[in-house]
């Protein structure tokens, strides 16, 4: 037999027995023959490089990159991430089935293998004002999809617990097809643990303690360690991966800026974070390829191995993981950093015109707090999670919250901007987070993707307000009642149509306002810190277009506090 491809002189490594050992690999068809030395069609030699199984991110929100399908593909093949488990319920509360219908659309022909856990909640709490709701029959008819594995992140923890009828249904829908359900469950533990896994929910990226994830573990769960832009969590969780439990934990990006995927990349940097702080290295492979596979059910992937797809990386060595080359079902994707061919978006027409605000009327930040005691949110530097303060903020003799009488505070506002039915969410941010001379909105606020918007005074909170919705989405930063920078996301307001270095450098100069202009601290990325405020299923104090919301006590408060 002729192969099409033979890889000459490489180190392969075997994560099935933890070998290294050298031989040829054989490639035919988009799939590995062997060892043998074979004939081929064409030869590599890499001169005692590395060759590793493709990557896996085992759970990504591709929106969150800011970048479209075809853009996000072109930003990490190159590192060597060839498959990804995505879970696209940002485009779904925004867009519902036909968002669904353009992601399957959109990576239909990519390189980049895209497999999807259908979104499990949307909106992800009945509280929240989502531009779409699917129920669990909405979903049924996707669940058969072959590129679909699953039912995404269950995070109505509450719901799962009371055995809210509509999630069982969904979760039966999966399960029944042999598909996995995917968790979501900080800070849960003990009965409501066992509770919650014993409905059939298998996976959990969203541990915050080494106890978590051993909790997690011992109870038969798949545990995914994130590192993102917004939460870096992979060296402080790394402690609890031990010989003996680290075939049960995978890596994640969950939701990673372009620049940060251009600057750092993307599994590759996992791997090398994990092994400079001491995992073993074929173990911290095993877990950005093998783990994975066997997780989400991907038979035929995570491994060099007679049969397999060919997803191959070759990089320098088990310490620096430098990509040299990248394989994608045997074809050569990527070379010393770079695409070797442009990816064409899909289109994107019907994802458009998604930002409908209803017109704001004339104080829509005014914010009465009469006892001059409020409820304030504390921002976390890279966490998701907040802190609930109560305390005394300066008001006017009408009960009116005074900027000038509270120096450091500033308010943050949440818009519904689906249906244009004018609700407004107040609240405050401390000093924490140390924005000052303007104001900055998003329209990218998980999960329902409201319009989010933080300022220091009401007149550049409305501006860029009014900015984000002239841009169809976006980014916006204003100040002194102008506009200093955006991002358009004209993209069901989440996605630019650019490529990943301009949607980067777009973000890079955001950053930098952030930091030079209105003060933010270096330890919160300015942009996604405001965009999980709006999260209202992690704790402990969020805010929706409805007000504040008490995730502890799972209702919503005023802001004024007894």
């Not at 994830?213 to 769960?221: A, E, L, V």
């Not at 109560?390 to 006017?396: L, P």
């Not at 244009?420 to 941010?429: C, H, N």
Request: net charge negative; proline share 5%.
């Amino acid at each position: 037999m002729r192969a099409d491809l033979r890889i000459d002189n490489t180190h392969v490594l075997d994560v099935y027995s933890g070998e290294i050992a050298d031989m040829p690999v054989c490639v035919r068809e988009g799939r590995i023959l062997g060892f043998a030395r074979l004939e081929a069609d064409a030869t590599v030699d890499d001169g005692g490089a590395f060759l590793l199984p493709g990557f896996i991110d085992a759970h990504v929100h591709l929106e969150s990159s800011m970048l479209c399908p075809a853009r996000f593909a072109q930003a990490v093949l190159p590192w060597g991430t060839v498959t990804i488990i995505a879970d696209p319920h940002e485009i779904a509360n925004v867009k519902g089935t036909d968002g669904l219908a353009y992601m399957l659309e959109a990576t239909r022909r990519l390189p980049l293998d895209v497999r999807f856990m259908l979104p499990s909640c949307v909106p992800a709490l009945p509280v929240e004002d989502a531009g779409a709701s699917l129920s669990a029959a909405d979903l049924l008819p996707w669940l058969d999809h072959p590129r679909v594995a699953g039912l995404g992140e269950m995070m109505n923890v509450p719901g799962v617990l009371s055995g809210d009828v509509e999630l069982m249904a969904k979760m039966r829908a999966a399960l029944d097809r042999g598909k996995k359900v995917d968790g979501h469950s900080p800070g849960l533990t003990g009965q409501g643990l066992d509770a919650y896994i014993a409905t059939g929910i298998s996976t959990d990226h969203e541990c915050v303690t080494v106890g978590e994830i051993q909790d997690r573990i011992r109870r038969g769960m798949y545990v995914l360690l994130r590192e993102s832009s917004a939460s870096r969590d992979l060296l402080r969780l790394l402690s609890g991966v031990t010989p003996a439990n680290s075939r049960r934990c995978l890596f994640c990006s969950d939701d990673l800026h372009p620049a940060a995927i251009l600057e750092n990349g993307h599994i590759d940097n996992h791997l090398r974070l994990a092994v400079a702080a001491g995992l073993d290295p074929v173990a911290a492979v095993r877990m950005a390829t093998l783990n994975a596979a066997e997780c989400y059910g991907l038979i035929d992937k995570g491994g060099i191995a007679p049969g397999r797809v060919a997803d191959l990386v070759l990089v320098d060595n088990l310490r620096d993981f430098r990509v040299g080359a990248v394989w994608a079902a045997g074809r050569l994707a990527a070379e010393n950093g770079r695409m070797l061919e442009a990816l064409a978006p899909a289109d994107d027409a019907a994802m458009r015109g998604s930002v409908r605000l209803a017109p704001l009327p004339a104080n829509p930040f005014a914010l009465r707090i009469p006892g001059g005691k409020a409820r304030v949110i504390r921002l976390l530097p890279r966490s998701l999670m907040t802190e609930h303060h109560i305390r005394k903020v300066g008001v006017t003799a009408d009960g009116d919250f005074d900027f000038a009488l509270n120096p450091g505070l500033v308010k943050v506002a949440v818009l519904e901007r689906h249906r244009a039915t004018g609700k407004i969410g107040l609240g405050l941010l401390d000093e924490n987070y140390g924005l000052r001379g303007g104001a900055i909105a998003t329209s990218v606020a998980h999960d329902s993707h409201n319009l989010v918007v933080v300022g220091d005074n009401d007149d550049d909170m409305r501006l860029a307000v009014e900015e984000t919705a002239r841009l169809g989405g976006g980014v916006v930063m204003a100040a002194d009642c102008r506009i200093l920078a955006t991002l358009p996301l004209p993209v069901a307001g989440l996605m630019s149509d650019r490529s990943a270095e301009e949607t980067a450098d777009a973000m890079r100069a955001l950053l930098r306002l952030a930091r030079v202009h209105y003060h933010i601290r270096e330890e919160f990325d300015a942009v996604m810190a405001l965009s999980f405020l709006a999260l209202p299923v992690i704790p402990h104090l969020k805010i929706t277009a409805r007000g504040l919301f008490d995730v502890d006590a799972f209702r919503f408060v005023d802001i004024a506090a007894p």
